[in-house]
T-cell receptor
Framework: GAVVSQHPSRVICKSGTSVKIECRSLDFQATTMFWYRQFPKQSLMLMAT?????????EQGVEKDKFLINHASLTLSTLTVTSAHPEDSSFYICSASGQNNEKLFFGSGTQLSVL | SQQGEEDPQALSIQEGENATMNCSYKTSINNLQWYRQNSGRGLVHLILIRSNEREKHSGRLRVTLDTSKKSSSLLITASRAADTASYFC????????????FGSGTRLQVQP
């Protein structure tokens, strides 16, 4: 199946710093990428939909200035958590689909811990 | 908002037994998918069932879909310790959006 690479897998940072997470589709062109957030023992919550070459669409309650998404190419989307605070500590997972592809392929996730 | 609810939230069985997980959802869907997640890892796609299908098999997995009841079940037969993971249903809602909405998940523990 298609491969989605996400890194870093784990990051620990101080409060107030910004963290960038990359999501790459390795063997297909991802016209759309999705960013999810997952708290321990909970489900995945959609944060935003990232479309190549256009602005991301954010879910209700997700601050676009806090979580900056860039999808500059068909194989790369980035999520930047700006001025991170301890409450931003979570597991962030990206997923991608190609054109006319019903399945989503997931990255391995990034565990963010903000001290 | 979260689309699906799953039950049970947690399930512990012995190796060799069957495991059944249920998922309910709220709105019309194009398809329903099941994913597996090992602790702290990404998700692995298991099976997709379309809204016009009622049952689907893949190896030891059997999925049913009842659109009249807005529910689905995942059956894992002859479970193995390696099946220990969290299982999520996800719906592709009939809204034109392509994002999946995930259920609350079932944590399965298979005792060797």
């Amino acid at each position: 199946g298609a491969v989605v690479s996400q890194h870093p897998s784990r990051v620990i940072c101080k409060s107030g710093t910004s963290v960038k997470i990359e999501c790459r589709s390795l063997d297909f062109q991802a016209t759309t990428m999705f960013w999810y957030r997952q708290f321990p023992k909970q489900s995945l919550m959609l944060m935003a939909t990232s479309n190549e070459g256009s602005k991301a669409t954010y879910e209700q309650g997700v601050e676009k200035d806090k979580f900056l998404i860039n999808h500059a190419s068909l194989t790369l989307s980035t999520l930047t958590v700006t001025s991170a605070h301890p409450e931003d500590s979570s597991f962030y997972i990206c997923s991608a689909s190609g054109q006319n592809n019903e399945k989503l392929f997931f990255g391995s996730g990034t565990q963010l811990s903000v001290l | 908002s979260q689309q699906g609810e799953e039950d049970p939230q947690a399930l512990s069985i012995q190796e060799g037994e069957n495991a059944t997980m249920n998922c309910s959802y709220k709105t019309s869907i194009n398809n329903l998918q099941w994913y597996r997640q090992n602790s702290g890892r990404g998700l692995v796609h298991l099976i997709l069932i379309r809204s016009n299908e009622r049952e689907k098999h893949s190896g030891r997995l059997r999925v049913t879909l009842d659109t009249s009841k807005k529910s689905s079940s995942l059956l894992i037969t002859a479970s193995r310790a390696a099946d220990t993971a969290s299982y999520f249903c996800a719906t592709d809602m009939d809204t034109g959006r392509r994002a999946l909405t995930f259920g609350s998940g079932t944590r399965l523990q298979v005792q060797p």
